[in-house]
Nanobody, 122 residues
C-alpha cells in the first residue's frame, strides 16, 4: 500500500509556471507506475501525464511540450513541472499510483492523493 500527498499548487497568471510534487510513503514506490490527473469543475478526471516504473512517459496532447513528469525513486517523489500555463489548465491535480498497464485510465489506479488546486487567472 502507498499513501500519496501532493503539494505545489496555487494561483498563477497565464504563461506562468508551477512545480507540483507528490510524496509517497512506503518502500515499494519504485515499482509503481505513477500518473498525474486533473479534474476541472463539471468535467471528468483526465490524465495529464504518466511515468512508468521504468521511467517511460506519456502525456495528454493538450499538455505536450508544456508539462514534464519526472520521478525520484530515492526520494519517493513524482513531480510535474507545468509551464506556459493557460486558464484551461485550472483544475484540481491528483497524483495516483498503479501496478496496472492502462495508464491513461483513472480506473486503473489504486491509490490517490487528496489533490492540489491549480488556478490560472490574471
Amino acid at each position: 500500500q502507498v499513501q500519496l500527498v501532493e503539494s505545489g499548487g496555487g494561483l498563477v497568471q497565464p504563461g506562468g509556471s508551477l512545480r507540483l510534487s507528490c510524496a509517497a510513503s512506503g518502500s515499494t514506490f519504485s515499482i509503481y507506475h505513477m500518473g498525474w490527473f486533473r479534474q476541472a469543475p463539471g468535467k471528468q478526471r483526465e490524465l495529464v501525464a504518466a511515468i512508468s516504473s521504468a521511467g517511460s512517459t506519456n502525456y495528454a496532447d493538450s499538455v505536450m511540450g508544456r508539462f514534464t513528469i519526472s520521478r525520484d525513486n530515492a526520494k519517493n517523489t513524482v513531480n510535474l513541472q507545468i509551464n506556459s500555463l493557460k486558464p484551461e489548465d485550472t483544475a484540481v491535480y491528483y497524483c495516483a499510483a498503479t501496478f496496472g498497464l492502462q495508464l491513461v485510465y483513472a480506473s486503473e489506479y489504486d491509490y490517490w492523493g487528496q489533490g492540489t488546486q491549480v488556478t490560472v487567472s490574471s
